[in-house]
């Protein structure tokens, strides 16, 4: 599929399990939330894999290690071997690994994810600026991190030694609320150093690049919650996707997404997965699906009919897309919304 200007959700006679071959997974927000599984997830994952469909979580937190993910969700009841996990940290490496030398020393700002992903690629982690690494890695570390392992990385990266970060999350869901993410922590050593990181995950083509590598992928579905790093890698990577609403995106960032954040396929949770998705129609001025027509008009967004909700969400999109698309960028969706309940 080729990047192109969407301006409304496709539809599909298959189930999406069935129309493709692998769903690469995001899992805060899709299929867990503060370590617990979301509702529907273990049932509708476990429907989609004894259908045929290989299943992949692909996840920018570079802390864990994929057998401890994997053994994390084996626990929540989804059967899952450290091969099926893809992360940020393994992205990060195989990107160092094609600019040093092999067996290179690496210094590493941030946990084991990291260091386990570095020696998979034959690199050396070590801990301080003078132990003259060929490169610097920055990933989460948690909230124990030290805050001199920063300095230690601004002293490598002030000297000339290349740097790599796993990602640029500014923020990462926890159980007591919204912490900072590896993102901030960049930002730590770019101000004290004014340099600029490359960096591997979401929603960046090494991320993408990464996931086909690891799992074959022909055919693949993104399926996440964000849109900035799920939906973005899935455009960026030129394959469909689909927007669960179990996450951090809602019914007015939805509406207002630019090109790059509008999912192929959007539902309310991974039950969407296991079905076919409705078409949205032109209908007139508007657009229809299910017993909805959404139309924008100058100032709002109009909706008419009823059904189901996420049907006119669908329809709405359509409109709001549309309607961005023609120079129309602020539309009061505010009414239209409430009447879903979204």
């Given amino acids: 599929m080729s990047q192109r200007v969407r301006t409304r959700p496709e539809g599909s006679g298959q189930a999406l399990s069935e129309a493709y071959d692998t769903a690469l997974l995001d899992l ?8 617990n599984a979301i509702a ?3 049932e509708s994952l476990a429907t989609a894999r004894e259908g045929g469909m290989h299943l992949a979580y692909v996840t920018n937190n570079a802390l864990r290690t994929p057998d401890a993910v ?20 393994q992205a990060v490496a195989r990107l160092i690994s094609e600019q040093v030398p092999a067996g290179a020393r690496v210094l590493v700002i941030g946990g084991e994810g990291l260091r386990v992903a570095l020696r998979e690629r034959g690199l050396e982690p070590v801990e301080s600026a003078d132990d003259d690494p ?5 990933g989460f570390g948690g909230p124990d991190l030290p805050w001199g392992r920063f300095a230690e990385a601004s002293y490598a990266v002030a000297r000339g030694v290349p740097w790599f970060a796993s990602n640029t999350d500014l923020t990462i869901p926890s159980g007591r609320g919204i912490a900072p993410g590896n993102g901030a922590a960049v930002e730590v050593v770019r101000i004290a150093t004014g340099a600029e990181p490359q960096v591997a995950g979401k929603p960046l083509p090494p991320m993408h690049r990464e996931t086909i ?12 919650d964000r849109l900035d790093t799920d939906i973005e890698g899935a455009f960026n990577g030129e394959v469909d996707s689909l927007l669960v609403l179990t996450g951090v995106t809602d019914g007015p960032q939805l509406l207002a997404a630019p090109p790059q954040h509008r999912p192929t396929y959007v539902d309310q949770d991974l039950r969407g997965m296991l079905a076919g998705q409705p078409e949205v129609a032109e209908a007139g001025d508007g657009f229809r699906c299910g017993g909805w027509t959404a139309t924008a008009g100058k100032e709002r967004l109009e909706l008419d009919g009823d059904g189901e909700a996420l049907d006119g ?6 409109a709001a897309w549309t309607a961005a698309g023609e120079g129309v960028c602020e539309l009061d969706a505010g009414k239209a919304l409430a009447r879903l309940g979204l």
Avoid: F, K, N, W
């Fill in 28 to 35: 805060d927000g899709v299929v867990y939330a503060g370590g």
């Fill in 40 to 42: 529907h997830a273990v």
């Fill in 70 to 89: 994997a053994g994390h969700l084996t626990e929540l009841g989804i059967p899952t071997g450290a091969e099926d996990v893809i992360t940020s940290a």
């Fill in 134 to 138: 060929a490169a610097v890695v920055q």
């Fill in 213 to 224: 590598l690891r799992t074959g992928a022909e055919r693949p579905l993104v399926v996440g």
């Fill in 313 to 318: 969400l669908r329809a709405l999109c359509a």
